[in-house]
T-cell receptor
Framework: ETGVTQSPTHLIKTRGQQVTLRCSSQSGHNTVSWYQQALGQGPQFIFQYYREEENGRGNFPPRFSGLQFPNYSSELNVNALELDDSALYLC???????????FGSGTRLTVV | DAKTTQPNSMESNEEEPVHLPCNHSTISGTDYIHWYRQLPSQGPEYVIHGLTSNVNNRMASLAIAEDRKSSTLILHRATLRDAAVYYC????????????????FGQGTILTVHP
């Protein structure tokens, strides 16, 4: 098993810019979730995709959007970046409801 | 979402057992109890989950109170690699989860393991 891989590992963007973060799910996993983790806090759920459809969303504004592709890889897009968007963004995949989630190591986004 | 209460931090010595408590008094009857941990500079890692009965796997044991309002994660012999933040997460469904697979992480317990 290759696990969940995320790219890039680190990223610096300017306020107002747009960013795309990428995630390759673990083989055989059809569900992917994205989380935002601020420094010193637990991860916060952004949204989840199952078979290319969004099937759950946390308390994040519409400028946070995502995609899941037929090969179950995924993207997180954030428009109009704000300073408070600086955080670790985590991707997690699962085989389904009765299985645990496998997390990637995250992308550290800094907005200046 | 059920609210959870965990100690902010705990310490242990290497090769000693560790008991990490979690209170979840508002848990619903169908919520499973999930535990994840996060090692420094890594994403969270699934540890164990259960509903009513005590559970064991290669990583840990989970002891669930009869009234399900609390649970305890047991590491039988702590190693330095077990130093991490441990999260207790009540939720719907099996190992994955809560409604829509949403895992609601709290502050967790920071476990320090001394050599």
């Amino acid at each position: 098993e290759t696990g969940v891989t995320q790219s890039p590992t680190h990223l610096i963007k300017t306020r107002g810019q747009q960013v795309t973060l990428r995630c390759s799910s673990q083989s055989g996993h059809n569900t992917v979730s994205w989380y935002q983790q601020a420094l010193g806090q637990g991860p916060q759920f952004i949204f989840q995709y199952y078979r290319e459809e969004e099937n759950g969303r946390g308390n994040f504004p519409p400028r946070f959007s995502g995609l899941q592709f037929p090969n179950y890889s995924s993207e997180l897009n954030v428009n109009a970046l704000e300073l408070d968007d600086s955080a670790l963004y985590l991707c997690a995949s699962s085989r389904g409801q009765n299985y645990g989630y496998t997390f990637g190591s995250g992308t550290r986004l800094t907005v200046v | 979402d059920a609210k959870t209460t965990q100690p902010n931090s705990m310490e242990s010595n290497e090769e000693e057992p560790v008991h990490l408590p979690c209170n979840h008094s508002t848990i619903s009857g169908t919520d499973y109890i999930h535990w994840y941990r996060q090692l420094p500079s890594q994403g969270p890692e699934y540890v164990i989950h259960g509903l009513t009965s005590n559970v064991n796997n290669r990583m840990a044991s989970l002891a669930i109170a009869e009234d399900r309002k609390s649970s305890t994660l047991i590491l039988h012999r702590a190693t330095l690699r077990d130093a991490a933040v441990y999260y207790c997460i009540p939720g719907v469904g099996g190992a994955g989860g809560t409604s829509y697979g949403k895992l609601t992480f709290g502050q967790g317990t920071i476990l320090t393991v001394h050599p």
